[in-house]
């Protein structure tokens, strides 16, 4: 069981930046790729990035490539989600999870989920 808990959500300008946290406990989280995902109430959940088990590959969302970054620090059992350029369409709650294969667009192939944290942005 892995668990996973999101932090640094909150209310932001347009243009603004925010980073999110999510920490993990548990199994050992150093072998599981880690995602972002977002979802509003109007629409399904969205692939935002993905990270693999060593931190050098990444794969974005089309619309938040060139403006958020994933990251991990193995030491922390953390990954990060620093965004930038922050736009209104960004607002939804945003999931952090953990899958044991590799990265995936997919959130069917992700086994544990954070319970999420809400980012809102003013424009």
């Known amino acids: 069981q892995v668990r996973l808990v999101e932090s640094g959500g909150g209310l932001a300008q347009a243009g603004d930046s925010l980073r999110l946290s999510c920490a993990a406990s548990?199994?050992?989280?150093?072998?599981?790729?880690a995602g972002w995902f977002r979802q509003t109430p109007e629409k399904e959940r969205e692939f935002v990035a993905t990270?693999?088990?060593?931190?050098?590959?990444?794969y974005y969302g089309d619309s938040v490539k060139g403006r958020f970054t994933i990251s991990r620090d193995k030491t922390k059992n953390t990954v990060y989600l620093q965004m930038n350029n922050l736009k209104s369409e960004d607002t939804a709650v945003y999931y952090c999870?953990?899958?044991?294969?590799?990265?995936?667009?997919?959130?069917?192939?992700?086994?544990?989920w954070g319970q999420g944290t809400q980012v809102t942005v003013s424009s």
């Open positions: 999870a953990a899958s044991i294969q590799s990265t995936s667009r997919s959130d069917r192939m992700y086994d544990f």
């Open positions: 548990g199994r050992d989280f150093s072998f599981y790729s």
């Open positions: 990270i693999n088990w060593s931190g050098d590959t990444t």
